[in-house]
């Protein structure tokens, strides 16, 4: 039985267009930036325009089955009228307790399908479910398989697509970087397009060794369109296979052959990628999907050192000499074509994978003194600046989602670099929007989750680690589930579920770890070292035992000298044992004062300013102190519940001498979800000062009966869980 063609519509309003066949929502012809399921609210309401809808038929139209909050509504709104500049909420108004009307005049047009004069075709074959999802990570740029369940029911707006890995035909079956790297290319092509959102090469190419049903990967990807084909090389001649599906009824509406020779295969990659253009977003303009500037014979050079630099980012331990050879590769193709800047970016960041910041330096200033206004270079540059801790990381990552809105590394990135900047408003829609682009991205989920626990967002947080249980089914995956119950301060729900990742990864010595420490949180030290009886530094740091801590950290920092998380551990522990001396050599070997900074790159950025204005007070400094205490104090900082940010407050004011304040900082703590760790609420040297006060005790018995309570309820907890340590 054929499929009935879906049925599209385009609404009016004032100066707004919303046309459900493209997918887009538009003012006086502009298009604006709206996040999907806000669009699907924002077509449903429209679709009922003068008529009253409930909450409950909101979530049902557009999360289905999906256990989510009221948040997830409200987001959606919040989204929506700031699109539609709803100030004043007359043009969707609220009736309380009973719903939403979309009230503005509105005109209403049918359309066809956007497939109507597309000739009838054969349906695409039926492959069988699989799938593995390829997951970026943000920070190591590692990528990573994890196991993925299955789909929720989506709504799909028409002007998505995903790009599947191209099969390799040749007779030797060596030529995988060559049609892993074609799809690629297109991929980065049709990402350019404004009129588009397409799915990330994470995502899309985790179907890299067999390949669902087209209404799978529909609701995996929440695509309307797939582009997949194939690629074979005999006697020097290479063959091109491209076919655009419909996802609804996995029908080809596209599809052509080409033949040549490697100098073509820049020339196609643009046919391919302007043919999908017009399928998919017909009438769209494609002026930037133009490649990225670079000649036919570096082309082949640079997909097989692009193939190699992957596979290295793949696996849990660094190949070297896989990585080595693809460098090598790249700067071939530089020798090839020296004016291609894509080369260059793509240099600069094997090159800080391996480590060598000058050669990283050289690559991306030439990448960007070549073509500044390529996505790809703007993205090494952010890259490039983060990894030195210098200025205009944040600049280079905004530009790059400017010229790449499909660019979900640059959100990812752009939305950190936000948070650390104070600015609480913008990371949870780029954080969001990455996940939209790479939905199968298990990091993704991470990240968004990581944001949200740290802004104490508990019904949001477990909103989403019930959507990871539900679609993610790997050790890895119970970590990220684990990290995020801790977030929240639901530690014996953390216990669980890293005691599942260690069961099905025994020889993984990190998941021991992990547990270990979670049990020292919850003030169970004889467990904990049951479990990790040469306790780490982390597990040292919670127990309280600095002798030990330093002994062992002053020997790793041999090893990862620019590991700032370490330096500030030892820099706290020499503080506590009086050490002030000490203390500040460590932190100024990584740049401390952060006054001296523009940019905050990482929470441990700031743990190891306090420490230092901490140990330069103990040192007999205490006019500088009292200084940089000072200007961190008047600092933007995140508006969150956590008990960290609070306790970083607490130590400025301990410092500067104002008590009262310090002392409603250290308050604060005990509302915090996540539970505050001991060693550092106790041991802090500012802090000492207060240990007579009677507040300061009453934060401490809090803590410590919080601490006490979730002892006795984890064996109650792992029974419900049926899992035993």
Known sequence: MSTPPPQYNKYTFGAFTLDTRRGTLEKNGEQLKIRAQSFQVLAFLLSRHGILTSKEELHAEIWGKKIVSDDSLTHCLLDIRKCIEDVNKDIIRTVPRRGYIFEAACEQEALPADNDEAPVTTPRKQRKTWLTAAIVSVTAACILIYAFKGPDPVIVPGNTIAVLPFADRS????????????????????????????????????FAEDTPDVATIRELLSVAYVLEGSVHRRQGRISVSAQLVDTRNSATIWSENYEGRTEHLVSWQKQIADEVLARVAPGADGSKIVPARRSFSAEELMLLAHFYELEVRERAVVDHELLAEAISLYQDAITADPTSALAYSRLAGALLYQGDMMGAEAAVLNARSLDPGLSEVQEALGAFYWSRGLPGAGA???RAIQLN?????????????????????????????????????LSRHAALGNFLGHQGRVDDTRELIGRIEKRFDSPESYRVIARLFELIGELNS???????????EPD??????ALAELYAEIGD????????????????????????????????IIEEPDDIYLHYLLAFAHNVRGDAAAALANLRAIGQPLAQREEIRQAADIESFVTYVDALDASGDSARAMELADWFYRKP????????????LACTLAVMKRDEEALAELELLTTSPRLPWTSVLRDSRCLQRYVNQPRYKAVLTKVSQRRDQLQRDLPAVLKAHNIGL
């Open 171 to 206: 007779e030797t079956q060596d030529q995988r970087y060559l049609a892993n790297g074609l799809a690629e290319e297109v991929l980065n092509l049709l990402a350019r397009s404004p009129d588009l959102r397409v799915i990330a090469r994470t995502s899309s190419f985790s």
């Open 494 to 504: 953390s216990i669980a579920w890293t005691i599942r990742a260690r069961n099905n």
């Open 637 to 648: 900082h995140t508006k969150s519940t956590n008990w960290w940010i609070h306790l970083q």
């Open 405 to 441: 809105p499909n660019n979900a590394d640059a959100h990812s990135n752009y939305a950190y670099w936000s948070w650390m900047q104070a600015n609480d408003d913008a990371p949870e829609a780029l954080y969001r929007e990455a996940l939209e682009i790479d939905p199968v991205s």
């Open 508 to 513: 993984n010595a990190d998941h021991t770890s």
């Open 525 to 556: 030290a004889e467990t904990a070292l049951e479990l990790e009886p040469d306790p780490g530094i982390g597990l040292l740091f919670k127990l309280g035992r600095y002798d030990e801590l330093i002994e062992k950290a002053e020997l790793q």
């Open 396 to 398: 280079a990552w905004l």
